[in-house]
T-cell receptor, first 116, second 112 residues
Framework: AQSVTQLGSHVSVSEGALVLLRCNYS??????LFWYVQYPNQGLQLLLK??????LVKGINGFEAEFKKSETSFHLTKPSAHMSDAAEYFC??????????????FGKGTHLIIQP | AAGVIQSPRHLIKEKRETATLKCYPI?????VYWYQQGPGQDPQFLIS???????DKGSIPDRFSAQQFSDYHSELNMSSLELGDSALYFC???????????FGPGTRLTVT
């Protein structure tokens, strides 16, 4: 069964510093991976997706993620954090134990805190 | 650009009552997904529909049912509500052949 694990329920960085949010996947087939962001009391916004094309995926708001099969990872990065990046970030895989074939299975989320 | 619309945005019900949540997908999207997000939890997939037929099923309780109509909007019907059903319910839509799901703002259901 496919699943994702997010390392670190809370990550704190200074404004202007590098953002690194970790996600590892488990899958017996090439996975379809996604990163979503959720602001308080709002829906989930798609940041980027990996669907077996380029391994380095660029998303919105300056975020990008690199698919590394050897490390079964899909970490999210942003070179310079902005105060508006403070939010909850979810890594997700299509299918998986909770998602059937098409539904998304999410990680537990990482709360990103930006220090001024 | 048009987004996924969900109504109502907030709903308060008592135990054992029923609730109906509505979802209007992005125009020309033919697939709808329902998710439940408990307080401080990650979203859990409930059920999905493609072209008005159930296409996939996740952890949806037997007390819940859903359908997709000819105009592609979807409704999630919840009966015999329990306190534990209090959560954010998200609808997402996608277009067949594309993998990304676009989420609505959610309906916050509170069961008292």
């Amino acid at each position: 069964a496919q699943s994702v694990t997010q390392l670190g329920s809370h990550v704190s960085v200074s404004e202007g510093a590098l953002v690194l949010l970790r996600c590892n996947y488990s899958s017996s087939v090439p996975p379809y991976l996604f990163w979503y962001v959720q602001y308080p009391n709002q829906g989930l916004q798609l940041l980027l997706k990996y669907t077996s094309a380029a391994t380095l995926v660029k998303g919105i708001n300056g975020f990008e993620a690199e698919f590394k099969k050897s490390e079964t990872s899909f970490h999210l990065t942003k070179p310079s954090a902005h105060m508006s990046d403070a939010a909850e970030y979810f890594c997700a895989v299509r299918g998986g134990s909770g998602g059937g074939a098409d539904g998304l299975t999410f990680g537990k989320g990482t709360h990103l805190i930006i220090q001024p | 650009a048009a987004g996924v619309i969900q109504s109502p945005r907030h709903l308060i019900k008592e135990k054992r009552e029923t609730a109906t949540l509505k979802c209007y997908p992005i125009p020309r999207h033919d697939t709808v997904y329902w998710y439940q997000q408990g307080p401080g939890q990650d979203p859990q997939f409930l059920i999905s529909f493609y072209e008005k037929m159930q296409s996939d099923k996740g952890s949806i309780p037997d007390r819940f049912s859903a359908q997709q109509f000819s105009d592609y909007h979807s409704e999630l019907n919840m009966s015999s509500l329990e306190l534990g059903d209090s959560a954010l319910y998200f609808c997402a839509s996608s277009s067949s052949g594309f993998d990304e799901q676009y989420f609505g703002p959610g309906t916050r259901l509170t069961v008292t």
